[in-house]
Nanobody
Framework: QVQFVESGGGLVQPGGSLRLSCAVS????????MGWYRQAPGKQRELVAG???????NYADSVRGRFTISRDNAKNTVYLQMNSLKPEDTAVYSC????????WGQGTQVTVSS
């Protein structure tokens, strides 16, 4: 069973940066396309960034040019570098497979506020 442990969230001022990490265990990590998702209060969870097993990336329009997803297959870890953060980026961020997401981890809270 695949498990996800997210970390790196926190409180940051608008315009600031954070780097999120997601440690993945329990499966063959390198074969999966992985994604970072976020869920703001009262809203549905949305996929904001994805990366294939080969390293190709794609982004939601709302974060393109500000966020960068990457992965280290040797460490079974996915990262999300977030720059130029905005208050509307405030959400719980989680990682999971892009295709057929499995059980969600706890996520990590990102709050952008002055």
């Amino acid at each position: 069973q695949v498990q996800f442990v997210e970390s790196g969230g926190g409180l940051v001022q608008p315009g600031g940066s954070l780097r999120l990490s997601c440690a993945v265990s329990g499966s063959i990590f390198s074969v999966y396309a992985m994604g970072w998702y976020r869920q703001a209060p009262g809203k549905q969870r949305e996929l904001v960034a994805g990366i294939t097993s080969g390293g190709s990336t794609n982004y939601a329009d709302s974060v393109r040019g500000r966020f960068t997803i990457s992965r280290d297959n040797a460490k079974n870890t996915v990262y999300l570098q977030m720059n130029s953060l905005k208050p509307e980026d405030t959400a719980v961020y989680s990682c999971n497979k892009v295709v057929r997401p499995t059980t969600w981890g706890q996520g990590t809270q990102v709050t952008v506020s002055s």
